[in-house]
């Protein structure tokens, strides 16, 4: 075994092991002390590699799926199906962020739990969840495609339901159901790819694998939807607010951070890669689609009052601009869509802790009661700042890259439909600087209210411990966009190379 297949195989039984570790630990602290030790590893793990064969800046246009490292092995003999995962420059940014994240909310168990259960039961399902994400990135088979991306369903369901708000199971059911509505969707659209082709192989599926026209549209509208509930994009959305509201905070960061990038990714690389013609012919719609959420997104945040459905609601929007740039079907749009994806889950993620500290803290999310931030915790003021000009997509910072490229993308793809589309999508970006400034006014501006006028100013080690890298890679992505960028350079041209 090479060692990029090693690595491969590590970085998925890391946490599978690990949450049989946590689970089977008899004391408390220390059954979260190993599951964060484990996603450390993953964390390591996911990062060597990087280190492929083809170097950091990608590779030639064809084939269009290059691995950096490969395993392939008989999976189901009978059906043809393989065991098969890899990793190139689309993937690796995103196993790196889940592999990062689920540390970060693992280690943050070490200082809060959330009410509601015992904090090893929270972390062995943080495992469990790591495992489906990593698994939905790294496969290379649809039908294991498929597998992996269901394996997030209960344990996601578990966390809300058990360590989440006083309407958390409702949410949670609210979650499970589109959910599965966006599984029953994904696996005959599946079942229709692989009955067609005769294969379940990504790599020789990507640019349609000579799947006639009516199958390639009947498969990407299948496969589109059962993306877009996992997106979540409007107008499939309305599990969104209710299941980040109710979440506790790691559940929130992991939800917004990387879970929704499964149907994002997604869309990339099986709806579009598969059904190339599909895509084509659902661009418009796609696009139009993509610009109603930005608007809609913004102008429901405009009008919320409570500090994470104004953040989950915001994802809407965002996601619509990544949905903008895969619409496109250009490498700046997708670039931009991947970019997008990146600087969500780890801007997305640095909100989320911050609003439940925020809410830990004062016991309230009403945005009318927790004015004057700044004069009694002028420290997490600041970090709330930070993140808010991040997400609104202020330049020098990563929300700016997704954003422009996005806009741009529309206005090079040019023709009437997406000149107006990129001029709606930009309103829709000043949109976001409205509702990102109104909500720095309300909760840090001001006199303090009862609820905040009781905070101490300090915050404890393992907070900052949480949010420093999280604030670091915002900076580094948005001053240094290449590390992203570079790596998925050669494969998005590739993948349009197919689409043309």
Not at 124 to 138: D, P, R, S, W
Not at 282 to 303: D, E, H, Q, T
Request: aromatic share 8%; net charge positive.
């Amino acid at each position: 075994m090479s060692l990029g297949e090693f690595l491969l195989v590590a970085v998925l039984a890391l946490p599978a092991v690990g949450a049989v570790l946590v689970a089977v630990t008899p004391r408390e602290r220390a059954a979260r002390l190993v599951g964060t030790a484990v996603a450390a590893l993953t964390l390591v793990g996911a990062v060597l590699l990087v280190f492929g064969e083809h170097g950091w800046f990608g590779y030639g246009p064809a084939p269009a799926v290059q691995p950096w490292h490969q395993l392939d092995l008989p999976w189901v003999p009978g059906l043809d199906l393989r065991f098969h995962l890899g990793v190139d420059g689309i993937s690796w940014p995103l196993v790196v962020l889940t592999a990062l994240l689920t540390l970060l909310c693992c280690g943050y168990t070490l200082w809060r739990v959330p009410a509601g259960g015992s904090g090893r039961a929270l972390v062995a399902l943080l495992l469990v969840v790591e495992v489906g994400i990593l698994g939905t990135f790294l496969a290379l088979d649809l039908v294991l495609f498929f597998a992996f991306f269901e394996v997030v369903l209960l344990p996601m369901y578990a966390i809300i339901a058990g360590w989440g708000g006083a309407d958390r199971r409702r949410a949670a059911r609210k979650f499970a159901l589109y959910t599965l509505l966006g599984s029953v969707l994904l696996l005959v659209g599946v079942y229709v790819v692989v009955a067609a082709a005769g294969t379940a192989d990504i790599v020789a599926l990507t640019g349609g694998a000579g799947l006639s026209r009516g199958t390639q549209l009947a498969a990407f509208t299948l496969l589109g939807l059962a993306f877009a509930v996992k997106a979540p994009l409007w107008p499939l959305h309305s599990w969104l607010p209710d299941a980040h509201t109710q979440a506790p905070t790691v559940g929130s960061v992991i939800l917004a951070g990387v879970l929704l990038k499964m149907g994002t990714y997604g869309l990339i690389r099986v709806a579009v890669g598969v059904a190339p013609e599909g895509a084509r012919w659902a661009a418009p719609v796609l696009g139009v689609l993509a610009v109603a959420a930005i608007l809609i997104g913004s102008l429901v945040c405009l009008a919320q009052d409570e500090l994470k459905r104004l953040i989950a609601y915001s994802s809407v929007g965002h996601m619509g601009f990544v949905l903008l740039g895969v619409a496109t079907l250009t490498a700046a749009g997708i670039q931009a869509a991947l970019i997008g994806n990146i600087a969500h889950g780890v801007i997305t993620g640095l909100l989320f802790f911050l609003a439940g500290a925020v809410k830990d803290r004062t016991h309230t999310g009403a945005l009318a009661e927790l004015s004057g931030l700044r004069e009694t915790a002028p420290r997490l003021a600041g970090l709330l700042g930070f993140a808010a000009v991040a997400s609104l997509g202020l330049p020098g910072l990563a929300g700016f890259w997704g954003e422009a490229f996005a806009v741009f993308a529309a206005v090079r793809r040019g023709g009437p439909l997406w000149t107006t589309l990129a001029v709606l999508a930009a309103v829709g970006g000043a949109l976001t600087a409205a509702y990102f400034l109104r909500l720095l006014r309300q909760v840090t501006h001001g006199r303090p209210s009862p609820a905040v006028g009781r905070l101490a100013p300090g915050l404890a080690g393992a907070e900052l411990t949480a949010w420093a890298p999280l604030v670091l890679l915002a900076l580094a992505v948005g001053l240094a966009p290449t590390l992203v960028l570079g790596l998925a350079t050669g494969p998005v041209d590739a993948l349009v190379g197919v689409l043309q």
